[in-house]
């Protein structure tokens, strides 16, 4: 009887033997083991150096070399106006500021479009008390002028909005404000920044409401049971 | 036999030498081995989910870059496998002279939430949850104490008599999730950046308990993500797909990030609120926002040096 047990403890431990190595096996087999793989371990934690991704081998020659631009997108162009008519050809088309502009006396007073007695009049302004003519040209309507009156272009804007917005403009040219695309190191890629109309209408600027979308489905998230918390515990602490 | 034991009856021995010793003997060796097999019975479940290589793993920070190839190779394979997607997993290690700090406008932020979505959709979060690494807060104005904001808010933002808070990993210099971690499966890169091995990690969510700004996540279950949503852009320590009972943090988008490129949630912002650069290159964005504005930390009180700035214009 004592051999059964003895038997039967060894068939245990040959057992958990076999699972063990069936496991080195395995885990040896898909990890292609080498001869020195613990060696290389050892130095890979005292070196603190991982596996370099591929494309770091491509990216090393770049960082010494010159920097990429923050491009600041421009708009396009002086705005065109769509026309509501079509011509016989049945074509829709745009004309310029100046097509009718140029032979129209400018009014420098106006400072809104109520006081307009024919276009322009859906337009919402909300831009201080400044007149339209503290911006737009009144010597060439498809460009814009600065304080002192020389001409800036339509795709320099900036320039024009940055003689009030100091602030912002300094803000804008140190990232603080207006946002960013691509790339944080320059030594690696470009960043794209906006400008100042890409969000801001330059009639009505503030920056406009949105509407939340998209929301978590967590704990924080579960509703008012926890409302109901804080109201007790509120009311707990009048007492 | 035979000539060992002489002079003896020749039945069985078993038969003959059944004494209570044996038999008891007997019984306790049974019960032990019905006791062993009942213990390692687990490790046939975990075999279910687990392979031996996976079981077999050593730390991140241990393994060999042979090791590493082949670990990452096996987790491309699984993710074909599970989502049937062809992903690229990398091992983005930390840029040296870099370390990453963050900073938000809360000028500017206006609650809308697109880097709560941005960093869903890039980081692999489970699609029926809506997971994600940043928590948006409404705080009523006149407090910077998180715990009176609320993230249940919706329709048309901001309101008037409120702020938004933007809350994700602050990526500390003292971090408490560090600290408490029994298996030292999470750690603070020299970049900055605390980072998990999901692949260390045992679940046992002390981190998640000891973050003041509840920026941890634990996986309750199996991520699940449209093949097509899959992001095929991952790292190891980053937005790979996560094994399910792990907990994950926002690693600043370290997969864009070490490559040079923004943080998601940052390029997300239509308010142009987030501000993303290397606290050690003396020209950056970020070096000037913290030498020029009005910079707060949350939780100051509690000394674990975020690398994660608020401030106001």
Not at chain 2, 109 to 113: H, Q, R, S, T, W
Not at chain 2, 126 to 132: E, G, P, W
């Given at each position: 009887m004592p051999r059964v047990a003895n038997l039967f403890f060894a068939g245990v431990v040959c057992l958990t033997a076999s699972m063990f190595l069936v496991a080195v096996w395995q885990s040896g087999t898909r990890a292609n083991l080498q001869n020195t793989r613990d060696d290389r371990a050892q130095v890979a934690q005292q070196s603190g150096v991982g596996l370099q991704p591929a494309k770091d081998a491509d990216r090393k020659p770049e960082a010494d070399a010159t920097k990429y631009p923050v491009i600041i997108r421009k708009p396009s162009g002086p705005p065109r106006i769509e026309l509501g008519g079509t011509d016989p050809q049945g074509r829709t088309g745009s004309v310029a500021c100046s097509t009718c502009h140029s032979v129209r006396k400018p009014n420098l007073e106006n400072k809104t479009a109520a006081t307009l007695d024919e276009f322009h009049q859906g337009m919402t302004f909300n831009h201080g008390t400044i007149a339209c003519y503290a911006c737009h040209n009144p010597g060439d309507s498809d460009a814009l002028r600065l304080a002192d009156g020389s001409t800036v272009t339509y795709e320099n804007v900036m320039t024009l909005c940055s003689q009030c917005h100091s602030k912002q403009a300094e803000s804008f040219a140190h990232g603080a404000h207006g946002g960013m695309n691509g790339h944080w190191d320059l030594s690696r890629g470009p960043q794209m920044k906006n400008n100042c109309i890409d969000c801001h209408d330059?009639?009505?600027?503030s920056y406009p409401k949105m509407i939340v979308g998209f929301k978590p489905k967590d704990r924080f998230n579960e509703p008012s049971i926890d409302d109901h918390d804080h109201e007790g515990a509120a009311s707990h602490d009048e007492h | 036999m035979t000539s060992t034991e002489?002079?003896?009856?020749?039945?069985l021995p078993i038969v003959e030498n059944f004494t209570r010793r044996a038999a008891v003997k007997g019984a306790f060796a049974t019960l032990g081995a019905g006791a062993f097999v009942a213990a390692i019975s687990p490790l046939r479940q975990a075999a279910k989910n687990t392979t031996a290589a996976e079981f077999m793993q050593q730390h991140y920070t241990e393994l060999s870059p042979e090791q590493k190839a082949d670990v990452i190779a096996r987790l491309e394979a699984e993710t074909k496998e599970k989502y049937g997607a062809d992903v690229t997993i990398a091992d983005d290690r930390p840029i040296p002279g870099t370390k990453f700090v963050y900073a938000i406008n809360l000028s500017v932020?206006?609650?809308?939430?697109k880097c709560v979505e941005a960093c869903h959709k890039e980081n692999n979060h489970?699609?029926?949850?809506?997971?994600?690494y940043i928590r948006v807060l409404e705080m009523p104005k006149g407090t910077m104490d998180m715990e009176q904001g609320s993230t249940t808010y919706s329709g048309a933002v901001p309101k008037d008599d409120k702020f938004y808070l933007p809350v994700q990993c602050q990526q500390c210099d003292e971090p408490p999730c560090v600290d408490v971690c029994p298996v030292k499966a999470t750690w603070k890169e020299e970049d900055g950046i605390v980072v998990v091995d999901y692949n260390w990690c045992i679940g046992c969510r002390y981190c998640e308990a000891a973050c003041p700004y509840h920026a941890r996540r634990f996986n309750w279950k199996e991520p699940e993500v449209p093949t097509k949503e899959?992001?095929?852009?991952?790292?190891y320590l980053s937005n790979r797909v996560r094994p399910v009972g792990v907990v994950e943090k926002c690693t600043y988008c370290l997969h864009r990030t070490r490559r040079g490129k923004l943080p998601a949630c940052l390029e997300a912002c239509p308010t142009g609120a987030r501000v993303f650069g290397n606290i050690l290159d003396k020209d950056s964005n970020i070096r000037w926002i913290l030498e020029n504005k009005r910079v707060y930390i949350l939780k100051e009180e509690l000394g674990t040096k975020p690398a994660f700035f608020y401030y106001f214009d």
């Open positions: 330059p009639h009505a600027p | 002489p002079s003896k009856n020749r039945s932020c206006n609650g809308n939430g489970d699609r029926a949850t809506n997971q994600s899959i992001n095929p852009d991952q790292s």
